[in-house]
T-cell receptor, first 114, second 111 residues
Framework: DTAVSQTPKYLVTQMGNDKSIKCEQNLGHDTMYWYKQDSKKFLKIMFSYNNKELIINETVPNRFSPKSPDKAHLNLHINSLELGDSAVYFC?????????????FGSGTRLTVV | RKEVEQDPGPFNVPEGATVAFNCTYSNSASQSFFWYRQDCRKEPKLLMSVYSSGNEDGRFTAQLNRASQYISLLIRDSKLSDSATYLCVVKDNTNAGKSTFGDGTTLTVKP
C-alpha cells in the first residue's frame, strides 16, 4: 500500500494552461506539504497544511493555490503555467508539524512546461 | 548565507571506505535535525534523525553540535548501494515546524 501517493507522475503541458496535482496519504498524518525540486535539485518548501489549515506559505506566486479538503489530501492547482514552473513537485506528510518527526514523501510529479 | 549548507561534493570513494558529510545551519532556533537520502529520480527518504547525544544505526552515525550549529553523518564500510545524494535537514519548531533542506552531497561508491 502506497503511503503517500501523487498523481499524475508525469505532466507535460503548454504555457498558459492550468493544471492540478493531487496528493493523498494513508498514514493518518495530520500535516502535509508541497515541495518543489528544480533542475539543480534544490528542494524548497512551498506550503504546509495541518489538519486542513494552512500553516506555512512560502514566497510562491499566487498562481499556485493549494487546497486541503481533509487531512489526508492536499492538492496543488497551478494557473497560467510558465516555463519556470518546470520542476519535480513532491508531496509529503508527517505526524505533527513540529518535533523529531521526519517526512514521508510521495514519488513526485515531474512537470514540464513547453 | 544559506540557511543550511553542506559539503559541495561529489564524493567518490571505493567500497569499504569510511566517508563523512558535514552540514552547518544558521538558524539557532532549529530544534530537530535529520539526514535524508535521495536516489536519482526518486523521492527523498528519511535515513535517520539526529539527536543531541549522537546516534548510530548500523554503519551510519549522526552527530549534532548545537554550539557550533553543525551536523555530521559518518558512513562506515561503504557499499555500492550507498551511492545517492544525502540531504541535511533542519526543522524550526518555532515556525510551524518548517524544514529546510540542504542542497545535498552526492556520494558515489565504486567497486
Amino acid at each position: 500500500d502506497t503511503a503517500v501517493s501523487q498523481t499524475p507522475k508525469y505532466l507535460v503541458t503548454q504555457m498558459g494552461n492550468d493544471k492540478s496535482i493531487k496528493c493523498e496519504q494513508n498514514l493518518g498524518h495530520d500535516t502535509m506539504y508541497w515541495y518543489k525540486q528544480d533542475s539543480k535539485k534544490f528542494l524548497k518548501i512551498m506550503f504546509s497544511y495541518n489538519n486542513k489549515e494552512l500553516i506555512i506559505n512560502e514566497t510562491v506566486p499566487n498562481r499556485f493555490s493549494p487546497k486541503s479538503p481533509d487531512k489526508a489530501h492536499l492538492n496543488l492547482h497551478i494557473n497560467s503555467l510558465e516555463l519556470g514552473d518546470s520542476a519535480v513537485y513532491f508531496c509529503a506528510s508527517s505526524q505533527g508539524g513540529t518535533g523529531q518527526t521526519g517526512y514521508t514523501f510521495g514519488s513526485g510529479t515531474r512537470l514540464t512546461v513547453v | 548565507r544559506k540557511e543550511v549548507e553542506q559539503d559541495p561534493g561529489p564524493f567518490n570513494v571505493p567500497e569499504g571506505a569510511t566517508v563523512a558529510f558535514n552540514c552547518t545551519y544558521s538558524n539557532s532556533a532549529s530544534q530537530s535535525f535529520f539526514w535524508y537520502r535521495q536516489d536519482c529520480r526518486k523521492e527523498p527518504k528519511l535515513l535517520m534523525s539526529v539527536y543531541s547525544s549522537g546516534n548510530e544505526d548500523g554503519r551510519f552515525t549522526a552527530q549534532l553540535n548545537r554550539a557550533s550549529q553543525y551536523i555530521s553523518l559518518l558512513i562506515r564500510d561503504s557499499k555500492l548501494s550507498d551511492s545517492a545524494t544525502y540531504l541535511c535537514v533542519v526543522k524550526d519548531n518555532t515556525n510551524a515546524g518548517k524544514s529546510t533542506f540542504g542542497d545535498g552531497t552526492t556520494l558515489t561508491v565504486k567497486p
